[in-house]
């Protein structure tokens, strides 16, 4: 049952993190009520969460849209393309390659969840890793992949820590990195 719970809360994170549209606050509520019924995650992740619903609360949805937009799709240090803080060139294509290989061998439609985004973004990982069946894979690709990215990621956003996504960021790296260091007991 836990199991179905982490699932389900990596499914809201995808959704969080990808472009906002008008349920956004309704989506970072279900995902805090989500987080606290899974005890094993640090309580740091739900404070960043109710930091990120609290700034929401400070915004147009046009102007989280505008954010979303100058801040992920616009600038290279914040982009949710996860490869981009790991590699350069022929290593980052290959990279994605492996990916799009890899969830067209475990059956995950990611063409469904891409909508045109490359493999390795960010909400398109997330939505992998929710459906993903496979524990050992699961932890090879956070561990290998994810959770580095991620790293370089939030140390980006502690630059910029006035944007509205820092916290959701930090949030998301945490339940990540517990994750990881669970899997390695």
């Known amino acids: 049952m836990v199991k179905i719970m982490e699932k389900a809360l990596y499914t809201r994170l995808a959704e969080l993190v990808e472009y906002p549209r008008e349920d956004i606050k309704l989506k970072v509520d279900e995902c805090i009520k989500a987080l606290a019924d899974l005890p094993k995650y640090p309580p740091e992740a739900v404070d960043e969460l109710k930091r990120f619903q609290k700034d929401l ?10 954010v979303y937009s100058y801040t992920f799709e616009l600038s290279a240090d914040y982009t949710l ?21 890899m969830y067209i061998a475990q059956g995950f439609p990611v063409d469904d969840f891409a909508k045109g985004e490359l493999p390795d973004h960010l909400p398109v990982i997330l939505h992998f890793l929710a459906m993903l069946q496979d524990e050992g894979l699961k932890r090879d690709v956070l561990e290998s992949f994810v959770i580095k990215a991620m790293e370089k990621l939030n140390k980006n956003f502690h630059k910029n820590m006035r944007n509205v996504y820092h916290h959701l960021i930090s949030a998301i790296y945490r339940i990540l990195d517990k994750d990881v260091k669970e899997e390695v007991k």
């Open 81 to 101: 393309d996860l490869g981009y803080h790991l590699y350069d060139g022929f290593k980052r294509s290959s990279s994605m390659s492996s990916l799009k290989s």
């Open 57 to 66: 609360e400070e915004v147009t949805l046009d102007d989280l849209q505008g």
